[in-house]
């Protein structure tokens, strides 16, 4: 069973429509019970830093999840589900993150404009299991204006190029991140949610 952690965020339902369409059984959830039990965890997110992270406190999901990171299943970050990992973001400076993992999220410089919207390139720093068969270099679908910037290189497992590389993938264990939009990037989208699966 792959739970898909409702914390009030916007694409719950395309997340699991796409993982159900190989199969999966999928359950949508904000009880901190069900997804301590699930057998996969898929943290999806649309919107702000400060409110997400408030609204997984408030529903006790930001200790549930910790400690399914913790017992080594395998778990998905999804966009902002991404960035919500790590201590903090430039967002909502009051906010702190869950911390699983080290490092902050920052805003794109004012070189480039933002958000960062539309379809770009993915080019894999390391052998993820989430890129198997996909070719280095494919094209996601991404829409934000902030981007993370992990306390160690070692976590990186893919960039992305806008005004200059910034990280678009982690992997830490069985811990993965992804700043694109998966489940709206056709193809190779759902090859990686397809190998999620698999995991």
Same mark, same amino acid.
């Given at each position: $069973?792959i739970?898909v952690?409702d914390?009030?965020a916007g694409?719950?339902?395309s997340v ?10 999928v $359950? ?8 301590? $039990?699930a ?12 409110r ?6 408030n529903?006790?999901?930001d200790g549930?999840?910790a ?14 589900g991404m ?12 906010a702190?993150g869950?911390s ?15 958000p960062h ?16 068969g996909?070719?280095?270099g494919?094209?996601?679908y991404f829409a934000?204006?902030?981007v ?6 070692d $976590?990186?497992s893919?960039k ?7 990280v678009?993938?982690v992997w830490?264990?069985a811990?993965f ?7 709206k990037?056709?193809?190779?989208g759902?090859?990686i ?5 698999r995991?």
């Open positions: $069973m739970a952690a914390y009030g694409n719950l339902r699991s429509k796409a993982l159900e369409s190989f199969g999966a059984k $359950m949508i959830t904000g009880d901190p019970g069900a997804v301590g $039990m057998d996969k965890l898929v943290l999806p997110g649309v919107g702000a830093f400060g997400a992270v408030e609204n997984l406190r529903r006790h999901l549930a999840i400690e399914f990171v913790l017992k080594g299943k395998p778990f998905l970050g999804i966009c902002l960035q919500l990992l790590f201590e903090s973001s430039e967002e909502s400076a009051d702190s869950l699983i993992l080290g490092g902050k999220s920052v805003r794109f410089d004012h070189t480039v404009k933002v919207l539309g379809w770009n390139r993915l080019f894999q720093t390391k052998d993820s299991p989430l890129w198997k996909v070719p280095d494919s094209f996601f934000h204006s902030y993370v910037q992990p306390a160690g290189v $976590m990186v893919g992305t190029e806008y005004g200059s590389d910034f678009s993938a830490k264990g811990l991140g992804i700043q694109f939009h998966p489940e990037s056709q193809k190779w759902l090859r949610l397809e190998n999620f699966i995991l």
